[in-house]
T-cell receptor, first 114, second 112 residues
Framework: DTAVSQTPKYLVTQMGNDKSIKCEQN?????MYWYKQDSKKFLKIMFS???????INETVPNRFSPKSPDKAHLNLHINSLELGDSAVYFCASSFSTSGDVKQYFGPGTRLTVT | RKEVEQDPGPFNVPEGATVAFNCTYSNSASQSFFWYRQDCRKEPKLLMS???SGNEDGRFTAQLNRASQYISLLIRDSKLSDSATYLC?????????????FGSGTRLQVQP
């Protein structure tokens, strides 16, 4: 009965490949996020979608392209993977109308680029 | 200067001890504040929101000082299961954006 789920959990791939990570939430939230946590454990926002509309797009290489087919799903496609893309990618979701903005995270996708 | 700064620790404390973590944030317009907990190789989980009046949840007490831009978390009667990294989190929310800004975390190790 997972609230925010991500697939795959682990992804090992070679430089130059293209890969996708998928996220789904069953909490009825209208806003979803992608965060990246690097080897120093620093968690940083990459993108956010509200009702399928991109509302946050931080300074991220354009090799990263998010897609939200509906408000319960947010996918992340990465082209031409580089060694520096190795990290844990977390999906999160929340209500946009809540003044408290509590976010709930998925279990993470551990990406290793070799 | 980082937007959210925390002492990385580790804080090594015996079971039953009281431990306090501090955090400072740089944006005086920050809207809301949280403490998240992250276990090793797991996702961050919301521990508690932090309100100006201070708030308590069992053994955990959070305080916010807007004038000093300072947030604290106090854990009383530490348990082994409290061992984790505690993330100070701020919502700046300019123009309706709702990205959270995370500190780099303070690691707590509770020892038997």
């Amino acid at each position: 009965d997972t609230a925010v789920s991500q697939t795959p959990k682990y992804l090992v791939t070679q430089m130059g490949n293209d890969k996708s990570i998928k996220c789904e939430q069953n909490l009825g939230h209208d806003t979803m996020y992608w965060y990246k946590q690097d080897s120093k454990k620093f968690l940083k926002i990459m993108f956010s979608y509200n009702n399928k509309e991109l509302i946050i797009n931080e300074t991220v290489p354009n090799r990263f392209s998010p897609k939200s087919p509906d408000k319960a799903h947010l996918n992340l496609h990465i082209n031409s993977l580089e060694l520096g893309d190795s990290a844990v990618y977390f999906c999160a979701s929340s209500f946009s109308t809540s003044g408290d903005v509590k976010q709930y995270f998925g279990p993470g996708t551990r990406l290793t680029v070799t | 200067r980082k937007e959210v700064e925390q002492d990385p620790g580790p804080f090594n404390v015996p079971e039953g001890a009281t431990v306090a973590f501090n955090c400072t944030y740089s944006n005086s317009a920050s809207q809301s504040f949280f403490w998240y907990r992250q276990d090793c190789r797991k996702e961050p989980k919301l521990l508690m929101s932090v309100y100006s009046s201070g708030n308590e949840d069992g053994r955990f007490t959070a305080q916010l000082n807007r004038a000093s831009q300072y947030i604290s978390l106090l854990i009383r009667d530490s348990k082994l299961s409290d061992s984790a990294t505690y993330l100070c989190v701020v919502n700046n929310s300019p123009t309706g954006r709702r990205a959270l800004t995370f500190g780099s975390g303070t690691r707590l190790q509770v020892q038997p």
